[in-house]
């Protein structure tokens, strides 16, 4: 295989116009600032732990058919096609 580089062969790039940019209103601004500091307050005002997603995980452990068995073969062959020697 054979490449052959003319540097004349390429077409030179034109420069392109410039392109008109919208600009910003300030009321956009402000109400982007509202929403983002009513996001801010609901954030601090949400709890950290969800009481029923407690409760699930704690009827999970005393179940003893929990995780099934199934599911553990499928986690012991994947485990067992990544282990390296």
Same mark, same amino acid.
């Given at each position: 295989?054979e490449?052959?580089f003319?540097?004349?062969r390429?077409?030179?790039?034109e420069p %392109?116009?410039?392109v008109?940019?919208?600009?910003a209103?300030?009321g956009?601004?402000q =109400?982007?600032? +509202?929403?983002?500091a009513?996001?801010?307050d609901?954030?601090k005002s949400? %709890?950290?732990?969800?009481p029923e997603?407690?409760?699930?995980?704690?009827a999970?452990? =005393?179940?003893? +058919?929990y995780?099934?068995?199934?599911?553990?073969?499928?986690?012991a062959?994947?485990l067992?096609?990544?282990?390296k020697?």
């Amino acid at each position: 295989m054979e490449i052959e580089f003319n540097p004349g062969r390429v077409p030179k790039a034109e420069p %392109s116009q410039p392109v008109a940019r919208p600009s910003a209103t300030p009321g956009a601004d402000q =109400t982007s600032f +509202q929403v983002s500091a009513a996001l801010q307050d609901k954030l601090k005002s949400m %709890s950290t732990v969800r009481p029923e997603k407690v409760a699930q995980a704690k009827a999970l452990l =005393t179940d003893a +058919q929990y995780p099934p068995g199934y599911v553990l073969d499928r986690i012991a062959v994947l485990l067992a096609i990544h282990v390296k020697d």
